[in-house]
């Protein structure tokens, strides 16, 4: 079993870069894809960017290509979102969750909160 937990949320400028983490508890977290989810006040949750257990392979959404890079450290259990460039529609809840196979998500950590002013 894992459990995530993120951090490293706060409020920014337009323009500034922050980085959340998702630390993992749980001897399999080396083993399972983690992926970055955010849901804004009012809409669904979407999808951002994903990374595979080595950290050989990721993925984003186009919404956030190009200013956001996932990585991870194993040894340290945690994998981290750096954002740059940060827009006012980046302000959302982040979530991360494992990958638990067949296209689903699960072991949700609690969230952690951006929200960027103009």
């Known amino acids: 079993q894992v459990q995530l937990v993120e951090s490293g949320g706060g409020l920014v400028q337009a323009g500034d870069s922050l980085r959340l983490s998702c630390e993992a508890s749980?001897?399999?977290?080396?083993?399972?894809?983690i992926n970055w989810f955010r849901q804004a006040p009012g809409k669904e949750r979407e999808f951002i960017a994903s990374?595979?257990?080595?950290?050989?392979?990721?993925y984003y959404a186009d919404s956030v290509k190009g200013r956001f890079t996932i990585s991870r450290d194993n040894a340290k259990n945690t994998v981290y979102l750096q954002m740059s460039n940060l827009k006012p529609e980046d302000t959302a809840d982040y979530y991360c969750?494992?990958?638990?196979?067949?296209?689903?998500?699960?072991?949700w950590g609690q969230g952690t909160q951006v929200t960027v002013s103009s």
């Open positions: 749980g001897r399999t977290f080396s083993t399972y894809t």
């Open positions: 969750a494992a990958g638990v196979g067949g296209g689903k998500y699960g072991h």
């Open positions: 990374i595979n257990w080595s950290g050989t392979y990721t």
